[in-house]
């Protein structure tokens, strides 16, 4: 009997974002990526949601290393807080590392772990785990899908997946690899990307984009091109860089990922362009306006961004009027759709131009459609199938196409966070929340998992609070002084004067009868007076719901 294998998965199943699995045997787990998800309107100041650390945190000594297997946030972003928990290396393209090196390097945690490279086709022992790594395409480059060998089998991680026929660097997916993997020694376990399970047909090649944006800049040759995309699509970029130097165009970047991300591809020649086509931002206006093309951060209308300072007027260097064009070249993630909405009336309001995928081909997803997901099961033949990477109707419309192609529906288990696959000789199950998969967050150099903290935040985001502060000596029963009621956010300053008062004279009059009929003149029973008193009287006054926070003090 082989020694039992477990996946737990500590997020990336119910969400797109904060991705992270722990494969373990008897004696070590290998986290296979350790990303975070942004949080929502409904978390307001946190600044990251990361994985379920709890299940780690119990197992520390366990964890050998970490599979980084690209370079985007949900995959590498909650790193630097797993390196508290536990030091290990981890593993990953020169590229993607490069990307996490960045990222640790701003935490101060670079000493914590080391970075080890897998090159394209790379065979490595981890601890126990024999891991072999495969190029895949997708909207970051060097991407790598991960074949990890267990005493149950082989696993086989998709990582974020892509069938691009034509790659803008000629490195495609490495399925004639999975043919051969799925014959000898057979693939026992297939983890997936689900993000568009959902969608028909196959995601258009990287390359086309380029055709579609090489149409938009011939039609604008007197003008200015301002082209905004993820600073982490080098393959974006470099088509925008090669259009704009077909076209004599010089480049200058806008942003400070932008710029850190462009340095680093070039660095590993993943990026190619000649210091002579560069210009900086600095000199930008020196040019004429057909003459530059600005390649910027700023897509997803991120306040702080420079694009968007730009399109308030308060730009450091760009400004924009009538002759620039815009191209959004990113899809707005979803929940930013106001924010971007708003970036665009600025940028028309100061007479530009804006242009977005609605009206040609400025963007595709790195993410595979249905014909693409198809494909990959057919050459994978996997006896077993979980699909990850998704919110729950990607994970289920997956789960539907794979039992459409063949594989049985015992043979498929929909898992989401907090839930473990045991693999073991006579099959695999599905260990149900073996953890909680809890949304943990982090704000400025604190992490929680207290959720309640969000509610008080909407509700004085929303609401404001008022205090309602009394003195009282316990010996005599009376008030000492006068209540003092301060409020923010409840009412506009002018106005909260007036009902500040009222409540003062209010709590003034109540709490006299009602300190010589108490008996027992606890703090507890206090604050509850004063809270009832205060909650009452903003009520009837106002039909508004502040935060109320009583403060009692007791004198003997
Ligand atoms: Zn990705
Ligand atoms: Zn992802």
């Given at each position: 009997?082989?020694?039992?294998?477990?996946?737990?998965?500590?997020?990336?199943?119910?969400?797109?974002?904060?991705?992270?699995a722990?494969?373990?045997?008897?004696?070590q787990?290998?986290?296979?990526?350790?990303?975070?998800l942004?949080?929502?309107?409904?978390?307001?100041g946190?600044?990251?949601?990361?994985?379920?650390f709890?299940y780690?945190e119990?197992?520390s000594?366990?964890?050998?290393?970490?599979?980084?297997?690209h370079?985007?946030?949900?995959h590498i972003?909650?790193l630097?807080?797993?390196?508290?928990?536990?030091?290990?290396?981890?593993y990953?393209?020169?590229?993607?590392?490069?990307?996490v090196?960045?990222?640790?390097?701003?935490a101060?945690m670079?000493?914590?772990?080391?970075l080890?490279?897998?090159?394209?086709?790379?065979?490595?022992?981890?601890?126990?785990?024999?891991?072999?790594?495969?190029?895949?395409?997708?909207?970051?480059?060097?991407?790598?899908?991960s074949a990890?060998?267990?005493?149950?089998?082989?696993?086989?991680?998709?990582s974020d997946?892509k069938?691009d026929?034509?790659?803008?660097d000629g490195?495609?997916?490495?399925?004639d690899?999975?043919?051969?993997?799925?014959?000898?020694?057979?693939?026992r376990?297939l983890?997936?990307?689900?993000?568009?399970?959902?969608?028909?047909?196959?995601?258009i090649?990287?390359s086309?984009?380029?055709?579609?944006?090489?149409?938009?800049?011939?039609k604008?040759?007197?003008?200015?091109i301002i082209?905004?995309c993820?600073s982490?699509?080098?393959h974006?970029?470099?088509?925008?860089i090669?259009i704009?130097?077909?076209?004599?165009?010089?480049v200058?970047?806008?942003?400070?990922?932008m710029?850190?991300?462009?340095?680093?591809a070039?660095?590993?020649?993943?990026?190619?362009?000649?210091?002579?086509d560069l210009?900086?931002?600095?000199?930008?206006?020196?040019?004429?306006?057909?003459q530059?093309c600005?390649?910027?951060?700023?897509?997803?209308?991120?306040?702080?961004?420079?694009?968007?300072?730009?399109?308030?007027?308060?730009?450091k260097?760009?400004?924009?009027?009538?002759?620039?064009?815009?191209?959004?070249?990113?899809?707005?993630?979803?929940?930013?759709?106001?924010?971007?909405?708003r970036l665009?009336?600025?940028?028309?309001?100061?007479?530009?131009?804006?242009?977005?995928?609605?009206?040609?081909?400025?963007h595709?997803s790195?993410?595979?459609q249905?014909?693409?997901?198809?494909?990959?099961?057919?050459a994978?033949?996997?006896?077993?199938f979980?699909?990850?990477?998704?919110?729950l109707?990607?994970?289920?419309?997956?789960?539907?196409?794979?039992?459409?192609?063949?594989?049985?529906s015992?043979?498929?288990?929909?898992?989401?966070?907090?839930?473990?696959?045991?693999?073991?000789?006579?099959?695999l199950?599905l260990?149900?929340?073996?953890?909680?998969?809890?949304?943990?967050?982090?704000?400025?150099?604190?992490?929680?998992?207290?959720?309640d903290l969000?509610?008080?935040r909407n509700i004085?985001?929303?609401?404001?609070?008022v205090?309602?502060?009394?003195?009282i000596?316990?010996?005599d029963k009376?008030?000492?002084?006068?209540?003092?009621v301060?409020?923010?956010g409840?009412?506009?300053?002018d106005v909260?004067?007036?009902?500040?008062?009222?409540?003062?004279d209010?709590?003034?009059?109540?709490?006299?009868?009602f300190?010589?009929?108490?008996r027992?003149l606890?703090?507890?029973v206090?604050?509850?007076?004063?809270?009832?008193v205060?909650?009452k009287m903003?009520?009837?006054?106002?039909?508004?719901?502040?935060m109320?926070?009583?403060?009692?003090e007791i004198?003997?």
């Open positions: 009997m082989s020694e039992t294998v477990s996946i737990t998965f500590l997020g990336g199943l119910g969400d797109i974002g904060r991705n992270c722990a494969i373990e045997s008897q004696n787990i290998l986290l296979l990526d350790c990303g975070q942004f949080p929502d309107e409904m978390m307001p946190a600044q990251s949601v990361l994985p379920d709890g780690l119990e197992r000594e366990k964890i050998i290393g970490c599979i980084a297997t370079g985007h946030e949900d972003g909650a630097r807080f797993a390196l508290n928990i536990s030091e290990f290396p981890i990953g393209s020169e590229f993607t590392l490069g990307m090196r960045h990222r640790l390097a701003e101060d670079l000493d914590k772990t080391d080890i490279k897998i090159a394209d086709g790379q065979k490595i022992n981890i601890g126990d785990f024999q891991c072999e790594f495969l190029p895949v395409t997708h909207s970051t480059p060097k991407g790598l899908i990890i060998h267990t005493p149950q089998g082989l696993i086989l991680h998709s997946f069938l026929r034509d790659p803008v490195r495609h997916t490495d399925m690899r999975i043919t051969i993997l799925s014959k000898d020694p057979g693939i376990l983890l997936c990307d689900s993000t568009n399970a959902e969608l028909s047909g196959a995601s090649s990287e086309e984009v380029g055709n579609g944006l090489e149409e938009i800049f011939r604008f040759q007197k003008e200015r082209a905004t993820f982490s699509h080098i974006r970029i470099q088509q925008i090669d704009s130097k077909e076209q004599g165009r010089k200058a970047t806008l942003g400070f990922s710029e850190r991300n462009i340095s680093l070039r660095s590993l020649g993943i990026l190619s362009v000649a210091e002579d210009v900086d931002i600095s000199e930008i206006e020196t040019y004429p306006k057909n530059i600005v390649i910027s951060t700023g897509s997803q209308g991120e306040p702080r961004s420079s694009l968007n300072l730009s399109a308030q007027n308060s730009g260097w760009l400004r924009i009027d009538e002759n620039d064009v815009i191209i959004f070249s990113s899809r707005t993630i979803p929940g930013n759709e106001k924010r971007v909405g665009v009336n600025n940028l028309i309001s100061l007479g530009a131009e804006v242009i977005n995928d609605e009206h040609l081909n400025t595709t790195g993410h595979g249905r014909e693409e997901l198809r494909e990959l099961h057919q994978a033949k996997p006896e077993w979980v699909p990850v990477h998704g919110e109707r990607h994970l289920v419309a997956h789960r539907k196409l794979a039992m459409e192609i063949g594989t049985n015992e043979n498929v288990l929909l898992a989401t966070d907090g839930d473990q696959v045991i693999m073991e000789d006579s099959g199950t260990n149900e929340r073996k953890c909680e998969g809890r949304y943990i967050f982090s704000q400025g150099s604190i992490v929680e998992t207290n959720h969000f509610k008080d004085l985001g929303k609401e404001g609070f205090i309602a502060k009394v003195s000596s316990k010996k009376t008030l000492l002084g006068t209540p003092s301060i409020s923010k409840w009412l506009s300053a909260a004067e007036l009902y500040e008062q009222k409540i003062e209010r709590l003034s009059s109540e709490l006299k009868s300190l010589t009929n108490k027992e606890t703090q507890d206090l604050a509850q007076k004063v809270r009832r205060t909650g903003v009520n009837d006054y106002t039909k508004r719901r502040p109320i926070i009583p403060m009692v004198f003997s």
